[in-house]
């Protein structure tokens, strides 16, 4: 296996290397992995001092992954799936990451890891038809490929809150959490934010702070995990034909699961008892299992409304006090149009008598103060802050890079009115740039690991063939790119998802670019147009010598 090489010839600083990759989390680990097996060299720069990403940044209490593990694990290579055994349907991160690490020495990954190293800029040099990297550690790289598995959820949303270095206790932010953890005992904590990472986190703060309270501006669908040991048969079964799941899911499937089939019926055909049977017997599964409890739930707001509501029922009889349970019903978006929430004990947590529910919509916050927070109606006092309020989805770590294609335009500025993309994988002007997830690409809306190996198998056979014909770069059309966004916004707009602001289509980012992201049609209609573009010739695409 060959390893970078420190050259003279055009740069004295710079390492010279067949491809950078930069983040170390599932995406980059597997890139290494694919790009060594081409005997390419390769190096992975990565911020954090470890691998794992989401999984090492994100170690809140109750982390832990809405994929069922059996499926939210790699899936390229037939010994790990037998050789890891989870003990959880869904593991926690402490188990996520301990995996991670596990692959990362299965296969022998950190002597190309840089860590602790941020890449801050990546231009493409014309002449040499290479990448030149820089990093905040002065390090400079030379590659001819450059490829970004920097992750659509690892750029957490730094609280801009006025007043907020003014507070005189600690605070928090659950996408960068302290890695000795935080003892919650016996303090007055707030909350702000309701998504999936406070929906985890809220239940065991609880438990252990004198008093919680939860600032919610809207509030979410959440289904119920049913966590707990995996049924041994159910491994068993799952690990014996794991090669054919993991086929089904990138081929056949819209979420990436084989678990929970999808029902092909619409909500509307069904009798009111025959829609509460189907909605309760998913609700009893637990996890994702709701979401394809009738085939137009995506696609009409009266199938939709029938699903919302059966949530709302839920959470009425579950929470004990009428008001609270009213405030935690959602009612201002489309069930599902966000990521689902999958809960332990969420909404229970509410009848706890230390659990307080604010809302911040109709009474906003105004500012943290040194003692704690004011909304515009009340004053509170906190030991402890803890900001859940999520990321720069998809675009914010890639734009946290200064990116230069041809002519030294800026990503940035081609991507001013919102991300453009060929198939989520290249952007034209950027010759040889891949993003991996990118958007353009299910991603986001799909088991992440089924998408990231989609992609870098994509990438790897791409630069296998390059090499194999003496090709130097590989870009998308600028028509190729157009056809592509106006199928992802074609395809988005024909569901449900745009009406919702949430984090796909950037509305969490005050003046972020209204647009929706990831690519809804699904994982395997995806896949298949991903290889027919390959079959077509790399249709699409410019193959350069
Ligand atoms: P990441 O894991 O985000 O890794 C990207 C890495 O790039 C990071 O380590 C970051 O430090 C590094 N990086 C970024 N910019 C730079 C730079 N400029 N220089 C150097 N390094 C850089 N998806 C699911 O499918 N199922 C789940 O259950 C699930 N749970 C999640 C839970 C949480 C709390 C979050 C936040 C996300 C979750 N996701 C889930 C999405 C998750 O991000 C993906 O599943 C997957 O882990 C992404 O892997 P990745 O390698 O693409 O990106
Ligand atoms: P998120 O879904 O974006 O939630 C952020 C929360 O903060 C929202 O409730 C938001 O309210 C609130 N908020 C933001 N700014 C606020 C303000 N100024 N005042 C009041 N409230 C404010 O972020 P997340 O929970 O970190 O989750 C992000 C994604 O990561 C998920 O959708 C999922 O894909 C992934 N994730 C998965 C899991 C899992 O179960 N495995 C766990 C965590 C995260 P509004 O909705 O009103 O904006």
Known sequence: MPTPQPQTATNAASTHIDAAIVGAGFAGLYMLHRLRGLGMSARVIEAA??????????????????IESLEYEYGFEDELPREWKWTERYASQPEILRYINHCADRFDLRRDIRFETRVTSAHFNESTNRWEIETDVGERLSAQYCIMATGCLSAPRRPNFEGLDSFEGDWYHTGYWPHE????????????????????????????????????????FSVPAHNGPIE??????????????????REETTGGVVSGTPNEKSALEASEEERQQEFESRWKKGGFALGGAFADLAINNEANATAAEFVREKIR??????????LLCPKDYPFATKRLCVDTNYFETFNRDNVTLVDVKSAPIVEITPAGLRTRDAEYAFDCLVFATGFDAMTGALLGIDIRGRAGETLGSKWAGGPRSYLGLQV??????????????????SNMLVSIEQHVDWIADCVAHLRAHNM????????????????VNEVANFTLFPQANSWYIGANIPGKPRVFMPYVGGVGAYALKCKEVVANGYEGFVLRA
């Open 232 to 249: 041994p048969e159910y491994a068993r079964q799952m690990t014996e034909r794991y090669t054919e799941v993991r086929r089904r899911a």
């Open 472 to 487: 130097q770069s590989i870009e998308p059309t600028p028509e190729a790119q157009d056809a592509w966004v106006d199928h």
């Open 49 to 66: 001092d470890g691998v794992g990403g989401t999984w090492y940044w994100n170690r809140y209490p109750g982390a832990r992954c809405d």
């Open 317 to 326: 009889v579950t929470v004990k006090d009428p008001a609270t349970a009213e």
């Open 428 to 445: 034209a002007g950027f010759p040889n740039l891949f993003t991996i997830t990118g958007p353009g690409s299910p991603s986001v809306l």
């Open 181 to 220: 953890g935080v003892d919650f005992t016996g303090k007055r904590v707030g909350i702000i934010g309701t998504g999936s990472s406070a929906i985890q986190s809220i239940p065991i703060i609880a438990a252990q702070a004198a008093h919680l309270t939860v600032f919610q501006r809207t509030a979410n």
